[in-house]
């Protein structure tokens, strides 16, 4: 079993960068892929981002590519979603996911992971 917390969530002016942090617990994390998914208000939930376990294969949806980031560290049992250039668009909540062990690649499919936060809700303003 895996255990996710998300933080870092808030209120934030289009234009501005948040860092949403997913703190890990339980078996081992360094060898989980990790992704992000975020559903907005009356929409079905949304791939963002997604890293493999050792944090060099990264994958974003098309509307985030250039303004968002995933980094990981394995050290602290922690992923990251760094947001720049936020838009109003951008506005949801926020939830972090892991692979099963064994799964290595990052996927843009909810339904391959197993592990879900509880969210962290993000809102810009325009």
């Known amino acids: 079993q895996v255990q996710l917390v998300e933080s870092g969530g808030g209120l934030v002016q289009a234009g501005g960068s948040l860092r949403l942090s997913c703190a890990a617990s339980?078996?081992?994390?360094?060898?989980?892929?990790m992704g992000w998914f975020r559903q907005a208000p009356g929409k079905e939930r949304e791939f963002v981002a997604a890293v493999g376990w050792s944090g060099t294969s990264t994958y974003y949806q098309d509307s985030v590519q250039g303004r968002f980031t995933i980094p990981r560290d394995n050290a602290k049992n922690t992923v990251y979603l760094q947001m720049n250039s936020l838009k109003p668009e951008d506005t949801a909540v926020y939830y972090c996911a892991a692979r099963g062990a064994g799964y290595w690649s990052g996927s843009s499919r909810s339904g391959d992971y197993d592990y879900w936060g509880q969210g962290t809700q993000v809102t810009v303003s325009s």
């Open positions: 339980g078996r081992t994390f360094s060898t989980n892929a």
